[in-house]
């Protein structure tokens, strides 16, 4: 079954509004990557977080790595039209390190 | 330009009649990888190769073969395809040192088998 959960599945913001995606594991991982995937695009890098408790910005976007490493979230503060999209986070288990795990998605529509 | 390219970008065959799509990528990437996207589902991975003749199967490898002969392609083979293969698919490709690093992705290929 699906070993990385997200949550919500979709998620409706008025704009302006700030946003969170949360990303669970059911085992360690080594590290995070999320992607961002506009409608009818193909999925493009955002960031990656590596260290236990790992907090990065870029521009309104956070991102955090659980201290357990189990987990993470991406927060979007005063969204836009262009944040639209579905949101993956990606990872590699410490026990299986050159297999990559995306969870489903968390897709954002933004109503101007 | 740094990119990972797919081949056809659509593609509508019948069940049982083979069909290859070639991915290839001009960034001298050690690691390549399949993914299949469906609603709710997320992606997930198909094959995957660390280098050259190293292949190994993701999550979902049924129905599906590849091939890493050359650094740069990684074609997926569908031997006998199947409605249940109707999917959309991605090729990705990255660096690889301890493990696959950023991962650049094509453009897709929508697939339907009838």
């Known amino acids: 079954g699906q070993q990385v959960m997200q949550i919500p599945q979709y998620q409706h913001v008025q704009e302006g509004e700030d946003f969170t995606t949360y990303c669970n594991s059911s085992?360690?991982?080594?590290?995070i990557q999320w992607y961002k995937q506009r409608p009818g695009g193909h999925p493009v890098f955002l960031i990656q977080?590596?260290?236990?408790?790992e907090v990065k910005k870029q521009k309104r976007l956070t991102f955090q790595f659980g201290e357990a490493k189990k987990n993470s979230s991406l927060h979007i503060t005063a969204t836009q039209t262009t944040d639209v999209g579905t949101y993956f986070c990606?990872?590699?288990?410490?026990?299986?390190?050159?297999?990559?795990?995306f969870g489903p998605g968390t897709s954002l529509s933004v109503i101007p | 330009e740094a990119q990972v390219t797919q081949n056809p970008r659509y593609l509508i065959t019948v069940t049982g009649k083979k069909l290859t799509v070639t991915c290839s990528q001009n960034?001298?990437?050690?690691?390549m990888s399949w993914y299949r996207q469906d609603p709710g589902l997320g992606l997930r991975q198909i094959y995957y190769?660390?280098?050259?003749?190293?292949?190994d199967k993701g999550d979902v490898p049924e129905g599906y073969k590849v091939s890493r002969k050359e650094k740069r392609n990684f074609p997926l083979i569908l031997e006998s395809p199947s409605p249940n293969q109707t999917s959309l698919y991605f090729c990705?490709?990255?660096?690889?040192?301890?493990?696959?690093?950023?991962?650049?992705f094509g453009p897709g290929t929508r697939l339907l088998v009838l």
């Open positions: 990705a490709s990255s660096r690889f040192t301890i493990e696959p690093e950023t991962q650049y």
């Open positions: 190769s660390m280098n050259v003749e190293v292949t």
């Open positions: 960034m001298n990437h050690e690691y």
């Open positions: 977080l590596v260290k236990s408790g």
């Open positions: 085992t360690t991982l080594s590290n």
């Open positions: 990606a990872g590699t288990k410490r026990t299986s390190y050159d297999k990559v795990i």
